[in-house]
């Protein structure tokens, strides 16, 4: 586990401001220049290095570069000099399942709004770092399929993939990982955004061919508040937009024993993934998405 990077203490982000500008480039400029704004003063330097070369001191030459040990072979001054080496292959895989239609405030995001809108800022995040970013929507089937590349050209078609409606589908979030995984053919970060409503086993499944792979993991959950904090009132009829099913109930008679079971669906899901080394963050539709942001920083410079 790996944990995410922490930045400076920021302005958060205005949600409704980000839930009403048009176009995921956008929304997806928006985040980043948040972002950056806390990046710029932390102490994050996000590049590795490696070995390219030696030259002969110079005064003013930084003395932490001084090869010491060739100092005392050769009895001459060298600096070791390096190259960047910068670039990560990442997949980007966002759920489409129905029941990522979902979205309690009437003019805030649905959480297939807010995945889109994650997955474009990352996708953005890591092109500015030259990563070759690349994109699978999962469904009832694998629905698309972007390869990695670190191009600008690459980055757009990505968007133009995430704003593409992918009507109804079934919920196979498990099953369209499956058939996501040959294609990942280089080892890289797979980014998952999702509910991650799903039969655990199968999902298990699913991550144990990604780890076998020796792909890193960062699982994104993303949740409505009123999911998690189950904030209504009254009598009313709950549909599942997985099955269709339908429940009339009073709030208040049911209450306490969902907050119980979600909580445990809860603490399942996060320890699943933990327990196969992949990070995880909990991401609520009403909050802004830096905490993505900053765990692909953070597993990326583990890496590196």
Same mark, same amino acid.
């Given at each position: 586990?790996?944990?995410?990077?922490?930045?400076?203490?920021?302005? +958060?982000?205005? %949600?409704?401001?980000?839930?009403?500008?048009?176009?995921?480039?956008?929304?997806?400029?928006?985040?980043?220049?948040?972002?950056?704004?806390?990046?710029?003063?932390? +102490?994050?330097?996000?590049?590795?290095?490696?070995?390219?070369?030696?030259?002969?001191?110079?005064?003013?030459?930084?003395? $932490?570069?001084?090869?010491?040990?060739? #100092?005392? @072979?050769?009895?001459?001054?060298?600096?070791?000099?390096?190259?960047?080496?910068?670039?990560?292959?990442? %997949?980007?895989?966002?759920?489409?399942? +129905?029941?990522? $239609? #979902?979205?309690?405030?009437?003019?805030?995001?649905?959480?297939?709004? #807010?995945?889109?809108?994650?997955?474009?800022?990352?996708?953005?995040?890591?092109? =500015?770092? @030259?990563?070759?970013?690349?994109?699978?929507?999962?469904?009832? &089937?694998? !629905?698309?399929?972007? *390869?990695? &590349?670190?191009?600008?050209?690459?980055?757009?078609?990505?968007?133009?993939?995430?704003?593409?409606?992918?009507? *109804?589908?079934?919920? *196979?979030?498990?099953?369209?990982?499956?058939?996501?995984?040959?294609?990942?053919?280089? @080892?890289?970060?797979?980014?998952?955004?999702?509910?991650? #409503?799903?039969?655990?086993?199968?999902?298990?499944?699913?991550? @144990?061919?990604?780890?076998?792979?020796?792909?890193?993991?960062?699982?994104?959950?993303?949740?409505?508040?009123?999911?998690?904090?189950?904030?209504? !009132?009254? $009598?009313?009829?709950?549909?599942?937009?997985?099955?269709?099913?339908?429940?009339?109930?009073?709030?208040? !008679?049911?209450?306490?024993?969902?907050?119980?079971?979600?909580?445990?669906?809860?603490?399942?899901? =996060?320890?699943?993934?933990?327990?196969?080394?992949?990070?995880?963050?909990?991401?609520?539709?009403? *909050?802004?998405?830096?905490?993505?942001?900053?765990?692909?920083?953070?597993? $990326? !410079?583990?890496?590196?």
């Amino acid at each position: 586990m790996v944990g995410t990077l922490t930045l400076p203490s920021m302005k +958060p982000l205005d %949600i409704e401001l980000l839930s009403d500008l048009p176009g995921l480039e956008l929304k997806a400029r928006y985040v980043m220049d948040g972002f950056l704004s806390g990046l710029h003063r932390s +102490p994050y330097k996000g590049f590795s290095v490696e070995f390219a070369q030696y030259r002969a001191y110079q005064p003013g030459d930084d003395l $932490r570069r001084l090869d010491w040990r060739l #100092y005392g @072979r050769t009895d001459r001054l060298q600096v070791r000099e390096y190259e960047a080496e910068t670039q990560m292959r990442v %997949i980007v895989c966002v759920d489409v399942s +129905p029941s990522m $239609r #979902y979205g309690s405030a009437t003019k805030g995001l649905t959480k297939l709004d #807010y995945a889109r809108m994650v997955a474009a800022s990352l996708a953005m995040l890591a092109q =500015r770092q @030259r990563d070759a970013v690349g994109l699978a929507v999962l469904g009832g &089937k694998l !629905e698309d399929f972007l *390869r990695p &590349k670190s191009s600008l050209s690459n980055l757009h078609t990505l968007w133009s993939l995430l704003e593409r409606d992918p009507g *109804r589908v079934a919920p *196979r979030l498990a099953a369209s990982l499956q058939e996501a995984a040959p294609l990942m053919r280089r @080892r890289g970060i797979v980014v998952i955004l999702s509910d991650f #409503y799903e039969d655990m086993e199968p999902l298990r499944a699913a991550l @144990r061919r990604l780890r076998h792979a020796r792909h890193d993991v960062i699982a994104l959950q993303i949740l409505d508040p009123a999911e998690i904090d189950f904030n209504f !009132e009254g $009598r009313g009829t709950f549909v599942d937009l997985e099955t269709g099913a339908r429940i009339k109930a009073g709030v208040d !008679e049911i209450r306490e024993s969902y907050l119980e079971r979600f909580g445990n669906f809860l603490k399942e899901t =996060r320890e699943m993934f933990r327990d196969h080394g992949a990070d995880f963050e909990l991401l609520r539709t009403d *909050r802004d998405p830096l905490p993505a942001l900053s765990a692909y920083l953070a597993r $990326r !410079e583990h890496l590196l």
